[in-house]
């Protein structure tokens, strides 16, 4: 059963920065691509950033430069590190991954951007 846990969302203010982490279980972590995306509200879910089984990274350009995506194969986990948070950054954060042309999707945690 492949799960996938979002952790480390909260409130910051602009200009802050917040380390998000996705624990995946059930799968074989290594060869899979892993994604971040995010929801506002009111809004379509968007992708954030994405990285390969090569470690090969893509970014919305809203963050680049200000976002980190990583992962840990050892620990079959991904993160984003994200600086310079701004109030448009305020979402749902989501993990995900595809296999076998099947999204799984995490249940999202929450980032807030205060002005």
């Known amino acids: 059963q492949v799960q996938l846990v979002e952790s480390g969302g909260g409130l910051v203010q602009a200009g802050g920065s917040l380390r998000l982490s996705c624990v995946a279980s059930g799968i074989t972590f290594s060869i899979l691509d892993m994604g971040w995306y995010r929801q506002a509200p009111g809004k379509q879910r968007e992708s954030v950033a994405t990285?390969?089984?090569?470690?090969?990274?893509n970014y919305a350009d809203s963050v680049k430069g200000r976002f980190t995506i990583s992962r840990d194969n050892a620990k079959n986990t991904v993160y984003l590190q994200m600086n310079s948070l701004k109030p448009e950054d305020t979402a749902v954060y989501y993990c995900?991954?595809?296999?076998?042309?099947?999204?799984?999707w995490g249940q999202g945690t929450q980032v807030t951007v205060s002005s």
């Open positions: 990285i390969s089984r090569y470690v090969i990274t």
């Open positions: 995900s991954l595809r296999r076998a042309g099947i999204p799984y």
